[in-house]
Nanobody
Framework: QVQLEESGGGSVQSGGSLRLSCTAS???????MGWFRQVPGKERELVAQ??????ATYGESVRGRFTISMDAKNKISLQMNNLKPEDTATYYC???????????WGQGAQVTVSS
């Protein structure tokens, strides 16, 4: 069982910046790590993810404002700039292992952007 520990998030005014970090309890066989977000009543959506080869993928609404980085084999960070009220959500760290179909999720970190 892989554990994901999230840190960061919080509250900020529109145009501000926040940073999220996620560390996995396992360092090997990681296929992708990334962030999804969810607001009540809506489906969870991709924010950004990075593959073991270093390829980053972003959701359309955050492209150009958010940057995902792999700080270590088992740690990622998400730098969120020029935040907007519509970025308000619970952000979940996500991990998939190579050859394993299970999705691993963190406990969620709240990001609130006020106008």
């Amino acid at each position: 069982q892989v554990q994901l520990e999230e840190s960061g998030g919080g509250s900020v005014q529109s145009g501000g910046s926040l940073r999220l970090s996620c560390t996995a309890s396992q360092r090997h066989s990681i296929d992708t790590m990334g962030w999804f977000r969810q607001v009540p009543g809506k489906e969870r959506e991709l924010v950004a993810q990075v593959s073991r080869g270093g390829r980053a993928t972003y959701g359309e609404s955050v492209r150009g404002r958010f940057t995902i980085s792999m700080d270590a084999k088992n740690k990622i960070s998400l730098q969120m700039n020029n935040l907007k009220p519509e970025d308000t959500a619970t952000y979940y760290c996500h991990l998939k292992l190579v050859f394993v179909s299970t999705n691993y999720w963190g406990q969620g970190a709240q990001v609130t952007v006020s106008s």
